[in-house]
């Protein structure tokens, strides 16, 4: 049974003389986008894809007057249900933004369009000879627009930090329209606040991010992958301390896995092959990036060579080719690999290390009482705090409910974070008063009420 619009028709054609009926989609062709959310759902009428950013802020002006709520879309990789549209509002899809307009080599950044895709954007800079260092699985779906409103991190945050550490200006759109222009260009300016930081990690409540500067960085000569088993947590953090003091900063991913996590994503059902023999509590895969090929392998083989003497790893391999190396990642990345035996449930947390592995005995212990088959799967950026954890125990509001007591709950206790890189959007929003003192949500309020006086954009995201 189709629903009245809660729409006015004046705003539809108000919006169509903006972006042309091209810029529009509507009914069914707007909600079909939800299939490809994860968790989420789109009810929203309308979606507009503005190409430019007097577009945008013609949207937004005409939004902002009749109070107007606008989500903001990007690639809709999201994993929090930040991208969610309910019915009365309405969807800004970045989409048709996607230009990379310049690559400066001796400026060391790039300016591109907040619509474009994050391996779009890796290409670029790498025809130019340069890296544009952010890397996460997600990346031929993910929007560099996407990458800055949940700050995303990935797997070489440990060497260049976090998207926060690899902006350096910003054009935005504020919630009245007004085109806040701040696409600096080096990395030194402390002329007054540093504005851009304000719409970094804010998953698009704050403004519309439409261009953006980003910084590389050069491409290095050697690249050195490997895959260790180990016997124990404390002997995961023993080789952290070594690889990172034994090659002269040239760490630049540290990945723990938990030995269930390896062995079920090595099954042959999982389609990875396990170039070390399952069965070992504890795996390792870390990346070293250098500028001596020669030199850079046998630095890590000695490193490696003492590790293995001391019983710190129990065994090693390093990748000898691109296919290799590869193989090696993919054991990492396949995490829906793990979907098979039940659905999902995906937290992203962080912590100190130094409680990682009491905390993880808990959650687990915890989870394991449940009733019915389940599965508790835990790997993650370690050296960033950071780890990830699959429940695959059911997802009904009940279980959710239950098994997010039980991740969220020890974090308060040893001041960890509910999110470490996925944002809080709509599905942990109750939960960020674990991580957050009532002081910071009351300025993150105020800054809310100060940018977004109507609270037009991505209303009910973060806070409700
Ligand atoms: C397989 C997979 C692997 C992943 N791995 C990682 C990982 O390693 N590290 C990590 O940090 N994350 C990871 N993610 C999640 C990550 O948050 C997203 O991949 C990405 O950063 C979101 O980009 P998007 O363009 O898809 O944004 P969307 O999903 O479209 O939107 C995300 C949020 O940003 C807002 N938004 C989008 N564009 C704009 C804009 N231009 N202006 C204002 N607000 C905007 C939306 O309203 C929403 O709140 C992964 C996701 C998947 C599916």
Same mark, same amino acid.
């Given at each position: 049974m189709s629903q009245a619009s809660l729409l006015k028709t004046d705003l539809r054609s108000d919006l169509r003389a903006i972006?042309?009926?091209?810029g529009?989609?509507?009914?069914?062709?707007?909600?079909e986008r939800g299939a490809t959310l994860f968790h989420g759902r789109i009810d929203a009428?309308?979606?507009?894809?503005?190409?430019?950013?007097?577009?945008?802020?013609s949207i937004l002006g005409i939004c902002h007057a009749r109070g107007q709520p606008v989500v903001t879309h990007?690639?809709?990789t999201g994993l929090v249900n930040g991208a969610d549209a309910g019915r009365g509002e309405i969807v800004l899809s970045l989409e048709s933004m996607n230009t990379i307009e310049r690559v400066d080599v001796a400026g060391r950044s790039m300016r591109v369009q907040a619509g474009a895709k994050l391996g779009n954007v890796q290409r670029a800079a790498e025809e130019q000879g340069m890296v544009f260092p952010l890397d996460l699985g997600a990346r031929d779906s993910a929007t560099v627009g996407g990458n800055i409103s949940t700050n995303a991190?990935?797997?070489?945050?440990?060497?260049?930090?976090?998207?926060?550490?690899?902006?350096?200006?910003?054009?935005?759109?504020?919630?009245?329209?007004? +085109?806040?222009?701040?696409?600096?260009?080096?990395?030194?300016n402390n002329a007054g606040y540093d504005l851009k930081q304000l719409f970094i990690g804010s998953e698009g409540t704050l403004g519309i991010v439409t261009r953006a500067e980003l910084r590389l960085v050069s491409r290095t000569r050697s690249q050195e992958t490997l895959l260790a088993s180990l016997p124990t947590?404390?002997?995961? +953090?023993?080789?952290?301390?070594?690889?990172?003091?034994?090659?002269?900063?040239?760490?630049?991913?540290?990945?723990?896995?938990?030995?269930?996590?390896?062995?079920y994503n090595t099954t042959p059902a999982a389609g990875n092959s396990a170039p070390l023999s399952r069965g070992a509590p504890f795996y390792v895969i870390a990346e070293a990036l250098g500028g001596d090929p020669e030199h850079d392998r046998a630095q890590l083989e000695s490193v490696l060579g003492e590790a293995l003497e001391g019983g710190i790893v129990s065994d090693v391999v390093i990748a000898n080719s691109e296919t290799e190396r590869r193989a090696i990642w993919a054991i990492r990345e396949d995490v829906w690999e793990v979907q098979n035996i039940a659905p999902l449930l995906t937290f992203d947390v962080s912590l100190p290390i130094e409680n990682m592995k009491a905390y993880v005995q808990e959650i687990t212990q915890s989870v394991h009482g449940l009733a019915g088959e389940n599965r508790c799967f835990v790997f993650g950026h370690m050296a960033d705090g950071n780890l990830h954890i699959v429940v695959a125990a059911g997802d009904d509001a009940a279980t959710r409910a239950r +098994?997010?007591?039980?991740?969220?709950?020890?974090?308060?206790?040893?001041?960890?974070? +509910?999110?470490?890189e996925h944002g809080i959007g709509l599905e942990k929003r109750a939960y960020l008063p674990l991580s957050r003192t009532p002081a910071e949500i009351a300025t993150m309020r105020l800054l809310k009420k100060a940018l977004d006086p109507k609270g037009i954009l991505n209303p009910g995201k973060v806070f409700a």
């Open positions: 972006v042309g009926e091209q529009m989609l509507e009914g069914d062709a707007v909600r009428e309308l979606l507009v894809r503005p190409r430019s950013t007097e577009q945008v802020s990007g690639g809709l991190g990935g797997l070489r945050v440990l060497r260049y930090g976090m998207m926060r550490n690899l902006v350096l200006g910003i054009e935005a759109v504020l919630a009245d329209g007004t +085109v806040l222009t701040s696409l600096n260009r080096m990395l030194k947590f404390d002997a995961m +953090v023993d080789l952290l301390g070594r690889l990172d003091s034994g090659l002269g900063g040239q760490l630049a991913a540290f990945e723990a896995l938990w030995g269930n996590y390896y062995d +098994v997010e007591d039980m991740i969220y709950r020890p974090l308060a206790a040893i001041g960890g974070s +509910v999110s470490a």
